[in-house]
């Protein structure tokens, strides 16, 4: 399926050839057409996840949103964040989320989740792989800070809830920079929806992209207008 963006004010059913990607600035919204779009977005109660989930879906994609938590069942006792309050900031917006509660450890789990989509869509065009259980402690485990210590000082443990709940395939690997101090979660999501929208999607398979890069190569900037660098590790030579 090829698709276009449509340009604000634009007729969407005109014969005007297919175009690549960009965006239209008004307000600092994105525009981009992703009418028909089937997605899967895991860990999408909060974060990251969440905020690709609702700009999927702002730009017309149909939005399976996955995670443990929802408003009846959290994950964790005071954990901030729900499935539920992901479709409503969605559907504020005008997008379609349907949040399917889905421990992303759990296979049974999982094969439900993917049937359902395959039942109710017939196909699923983009997944966005962003289950991630590496802020998870075990209520038997010495507790562990985790950005505080060094990588070799972290429990074992650690290392398998990072990968079990996350990444076990990826065909495009997306780095943010920081959320919520260098940019937000959302210009996250607008990198997302972006390369869901690029016709030319293939030539990036098994890239390692950056945020900040992709937001200099199609033109989108944060929710404040503005560009936040590439992430990156600063190396001093000695």
Not at 198 to 219: F, H, P, S
Request: proline share 7%; charged share 25%.
């Amino acid at each position: 399926m090829r698709r276009r963006l449509v340009l604000d004010g634009a007729d969407p059913n005109s014969d005007m050839p297919d175009v690549q990607p960009r965006t239209c600035r008004t307000r600092h919204r994105l525009l981009i057409d992703l009418s028909g779009v089937v997605a899967v977005v895991s860990g999408a109660s909060r974060g990251a996840g969440r905020a690709i989930a609702i700009v999927l879906a702002e730009a017309g994609a149909t939005v399976y949103a996955s995670a443990r938590s929802t408003r009846v069942a959290p994950s964790a006792p005071g954990r901030e964040g729900t499935l539920d309050e992901t479709a409503e900031a969605a559907e504020q917006r005008g997008g379609v989320v349907i949040p399917v509660r889905c421990d992303h450890t759990a296979e049974q789990d999982v094969v439900r989740l993917f049937e359902r989509v395959r039942r109710e869509r017939g196909r699923l065009d983009l997944l966005v792989n962003n289950a991630w259980g590496g802020y998870e402690q075990p209520p038997d485990e010495p507790a562990v800070p985790f950005f505080e210590a060094p990588f070799w000082e972290q429990p074992l443990w650690r290392w398998d809830v990072m990968f079990n709940a996350g990444v076990r395939v990826a065909v495009i690997a997306l780095a943010p920079g920081h959320l919520g101090v260098t940019e937000t979660p959302e210009y996250l999501g607008r990198a997302v929806a972006v390369l869901a929208a690029d016709t030319n999607i293939m030539n990036k398979t098994g890239a390692l992209l950056t945020v900040g890069e992709l937001a200099r190569e199609y033109g989108f900037t944060d929710v404040d207008g503005s560009q936040p660098e590439p992430w990156g590790l600063s190396v001093t030579r000695t």
